[in-house]
């Protein structure tokens, strides 16, 4: 069931958020400090947990296989809203650099289309 899932989900962000709030306070900053990362690792670490008493059916592992899925794309278009706000706000320097590493993945993506295709074949 997907319920599973956003069950996992759920607690692995909540423990990032609780790390990264007292990393942040061990080392003196007001802030969360790779919490994200932290919830990130934790989830592909249960999600790759292979034990006998944890066996799932298939339909539960489906759900917890789509939010695993799901989860790193929302966090990398959070961090992306946040980037470009940043940017914005710190000068045309930033938004210059910005616009270059967006270009150039852009003109990486036929480099990497081909590569894959090549490997495929063999």
């Not at 956003?6 to 802030?31: P, Q, R």
């Amino acid at each position: 069931m997907i319920i599973y899932g956003v069950a996992l989900l759920a607690f692995c962000m909540l423990m990032g958020t609780v790390s990264g709030k007292l990393i942040g306070v061990l080392i003196g900053i007001d802030a969360n400090v790779g919490g994200v990362g932290i919830a990130m690792l934790l989830l592909l670490f249960l999600t790759n947990l292979k034990s006998d008493r944890f066996k799932l059916k298939p339909l539960s592992n489906t759900g917890i296989t789509f939010w695993t899925a799901m989860y790193i794309p929302i966090v990398v278009a959070m961090a992306a809203k946040q980037n470009v706000y940043s940017a914005l706000n710190g000068g045309a320097v930033a938004v210059v650099a910005g616009l270059l590493a967006v270009g150039a993945s852009f003109a990486l993506i036929p480099i990497l289309t081909r590569m894959a295709g090549q490997s495929d074949d063999q």
